[in-house]
């Protein structure tokens, strides 16, 4: 079955650590994206990708990085720079197209230690 | 600030009711589209409507999009203790191409 995968599904950050944030693909979208997601809140855009080796910010790119070197696969690093790192984070993706509808993992969860 | 608002924060319904749920937006739309998210889980996407519809239907669902007052409701007819969840509608801007911007969702809690 295709879909997006997100690993691991539970993560704990040290003081200073970074942590990268899998995200795999199988469903030959071009677009990825990931998310933030604070309790009770809605999804803000940290960074999106449209094509391989292109990616841009989003609304809150501050404090992590991003990389897209594979079209199936779009990790995340939360850096040290990032001072408030606990939330969900969901990685979602779709086909080309501005009327294509987002298919989303089942997120991270990131906590600090 | 958020494209998509949603009203109310939060619902509770018996089984068998009709649930509704709306969401306001700031600025011009292609399309607005509604996801489900059930508990620690990703979203799921339930319904899209474009900018030139006025309603749209699947299965249980019934979406109506005003652009004139920039708006959007969701209804989930004869609910099930299932649709329990938090459901977001998202929106991209005619300036912002496929990028979303969603709402604080709507937790809908249905009682058997």
């Known amino acids: 079955d295709g879909g997006i995968t997100q690993s691991p599904k539970y993560l704990f950050r040290k003081e200073g650590q970074n942590v990268t944030l899998s995200c795999e693909q199988n469903?030959?979208?071009?677009?990825m994206y990931w998310y933030r997601q604070d309790p009770g809140q809605g999804l803000r855009l940290i960074y999106y990708?449209?094509?391989?080796?292109?990616?841009q910010k989003g609304d809150i790119a501050e404090g992590y990085s991003v990389s897209r070197e594979k079209k199936e696969s779009f990790p995340l690093t939360v850096t040290s720079a990032q001072k408030n790192p606990t939330a969900f984070y969901l990685c979602?993706?779709?086909?080309?197209?501005?009327?294509?509808?987002?298919?989303f993992g089942d997120g991270t969860r990131l906590s600090i230690l | 600030s958020q494209q998509g608002e949603e009203d109310p924060q939060a619902l509770s319904i018996q089984e068998g009711e009709n649930a509704t749920m709306n969401c306001s937006y700031k600025?011009?739309?292609?399309?607005l589209q509604w996801y489900r998210q059930n508990s620690g889980r990703g979203l799921v996407h339930l319904i899209l409507?474009?900018?030139?519809?006025r309603e749209k239907h699947s299965g249980r669902l019934r979406v109506t999009l005003d652009t004139s007052k920039k708006s959007s409701s969701l209804l989930i007819t004869a609910s099930r203790a299932a649709d329990t969840a938090s459901y977001f509608c998202?929106?991209?801007?005619?300036?912002?191409?496929?990028?979303?911007?969603f709402g604080e969702g709507t937790q809908l809690t249905v009682n058997p």
């Open positions: 979602a993706s779709h086909r080309t197209g501005w009327d294509q509808p987002q298919h």
């Open positions: 469903l030959n979208h071009d677009a």
């Open positions: 990708s449209q094509i391989v080796n292109d990616f």
């Open positions: 600025t011009s739309i292609n399309n």
């Open positions: 409507i474009r900018s030139n519809e």
């Open positions: 998202a929106t991209d801007g005619k300036t912002s191409g496929s990028r979303l911007t």
